[in-house]
């Protein structure tokens, strides 16, 4: 069936260290693929999304690409902030009759200062 | 309303009892899903709304659990004879169907459902 596989953590960082969370997808169709956050004490929100292969997506200076021929879709940021540390979620929906979200199990950031 | 709404914010129940969970989407949204998240997983799909109907139920785990939302808007999440397997917290999320915000979930701060 159609999942969503992400990196364990937690995930420990420096402030300003570079940042990379893998995501890796299998879908019978054509999914949108997305990330999530949960900020601490807050819902979960869209932190970015990108629709189609080759398609980069990007909010708050994180960035993703959708690689359709290695069905990954990686979360990297440059430089990171104490204010970054949250869980982070990988998620796709089908594009083609699927309604559901399919989320990873999460990776939880922790950034030093 | 502005965001999604969901009551109560926290439910402590004891095994075998009635719960419900209310979900207020955000105005407009047609689109209406119930979720489950356990500590230190993923949120994991129960149940999608498109209007009034149930598009797709196939996350609901057994015949305890059963979801509604009679005028399109507010959706009851209802679960009878709580177990302690039960224990997690409720999602809801609406979403638009169309435009740029299509399939893009707006998530409520969740019910914590405790089952002692």
């Known amino acids: 069936g159609d999942s969503v596989t992400q990196m364990e953590g937690p995930v420990t960082l420096s402030e300003e260290a570079f940042l990379t969370i893998n995501c890796t997808y299998t879908?019978?169709?054509?999914?949108?693929l997305f990330w999530y956050v949960q900020y601490p004490g807050e819902g979960l929100q869209l932190l970015l999304k990108a629709t189609k292969a080759d398609d980069k997506g990007s909010n708050k200076g994180f960035e993703a690409t959708y690689r359709k021929e290695t069905t990954s879709f990686h979360l990297e940021k440059g430089s990171v902030q104490v204010s970054d540390s949250a869980v982070y979620f990988c998620?796709?929906?089908?594009?083609?009759?699927?309604?559901?979200?399919?989320f990873g199990a999460g990776t939880r950031l922790f950034v030093k200062a | 309303g502005a965001g999604v709404s969901q009551t109560p914010s926290n439910k402590v129940t004891e095994k075998g009892k009635y719960v419900e969970l209310r979900c207020d989407p955000i105005?407009?949204?047609?689109?209406l899903y119930w979720y489950r998240q356990s500590l230190g997983q993923g949120p994991e799909f129960l149940i999608y709304?498109?209007?009034?109907?149930?598009?797709?139920d196939s996350g609901l785990p057994n015949d305890r659990f059963f979801a509604v939302r009679p005028e399109g808007s507010v959706s009851t999440l209802k679960i009878q004879r709580t177990e302690r397997g039960d224990s997690a917290v409720y999602l809801c999320?609406?979403?638009?169907?169309?435009?740029?915000?299509?399939?893009?979930?707006?998530f409520g701060a969740g019910s914590r459902l405790t089952v002692l």
């Open positions: 999320a609406s979403s638009s169907e169309s435009g740029v915000g299509a399939n893009v979930l707006t």
């Open positions: 998620a796709l929906i089908l594009n083609t009759g699927g309604f559901k979200t399919i």
């Open positions: 879908a019978t169709g054509y999914p949108s």
């Open positions: 105005s407009g949204h047609t689109a």
């Open positions: 709304f498109q209007g009034t109907g149930a598009a797709d």
